[in-house]
T-cell receptor, first 115, second 115 residues
């Protein structure tokens, strides 16, 4: 069965601090995709990144970076120099295998960035 | 930028009443998804359409929930009768196809409260 675990329920940081959100996944598929979504208080899920299982290269996009390690089944997300606007719930998700590409979400991490 | 539209944004209904949600995906997106997100949890797929056909409705409580996408464009999700446990955010998403290489874009959601 596929599963995504986000052990950090809530994280609070002060603006300009760096913060890492952890994501651990379980799957028996050899081909799969990992995602991160941001959910601000308005409720809409905003796509941040997709990574396929064959590409372990880390990615950086502005203040955001992602570290994918198949050896530990982890796909962690780091925000550098956090800002108040980064405050949101962040979800890690997995898709792959089966007849559909439905997303399996973790329980989310609430990030609060204090000014 | 094209967006997934959902209405209503908020709905309060009494137990045992019928309720319906509407979703209009991004133009040209063949795949449409309905997810349910209970407070404090990640979204879970209820039903997935490829054009007008249901691809996955394994988690849809079919005794009270129904979904349709008659012309392969917009979609309606109905609950009858509503129960207290149905209180949640109902999210619609769309993607170009059901391929895992295409990310899912989410609408703003409908927050349902059953009293």
């Amino acid at each position: 069965a596929q599963k995504v675990t986000q052990a950090q329920t809530e994280i609070s940081v002060v603006e300009k601090e760096d913060v890492t959100l952890d994501c651990v996944y379980e799957t028996r598929d050899t081909t799969y995709y990992l995602f991160w979504y941001k959910q601000p208080p308005s409720g809409e899920l905003v796509f941040l990144i997709r990574r396929n299982s064959f590409d372990e290269q880390n990615e950086i996009s502005g203040r955001y970076s992602w570290n994918f390690q198949k050896s530990t089944s982890s796909f962690n997300f780091t925000i550098t120099a956090s800002q108040v606007v980064d405050s949101a719930v962040y979800f890690c998700a997995l898709s792959g295998g089966g007849a559909t590409n439905k997303l399996i979400f973790g329980t989310g991490t609430l990030l609060a960035v204090q000014p | 930028e094209a967006e997934v539209a959902q209405s209503p944004r908020y709905k309060i209904t009494e137990k045992s009443q019928a309720v319906a949600f509407w979703c209009d995906p991004i133009s040209g997106h063949a795949t449409l998804y309905w997810y349910r997100q209970i407070l404090g949890q990640g979204p879970e797929l209820l039903v997935q359409f490829q054009d007008e056909s249901v691809v996955d409705d394994s988690q849809l409580p079919k005794d009270r929930f129904s979904a349709e996408r008659l012309k392969g464009v917009d979609s309606t999700l109905k609950i009858q009768p509503a129960e207290l446990g149905d209180s949640a955010m109902y999210l619609c998403a769309s993607s170009k196809t059901d391929s895992e290489t295409y990310e899912q874009y989410f609408g703003p959601g409908t927050r349902l409260t059953v009293t």
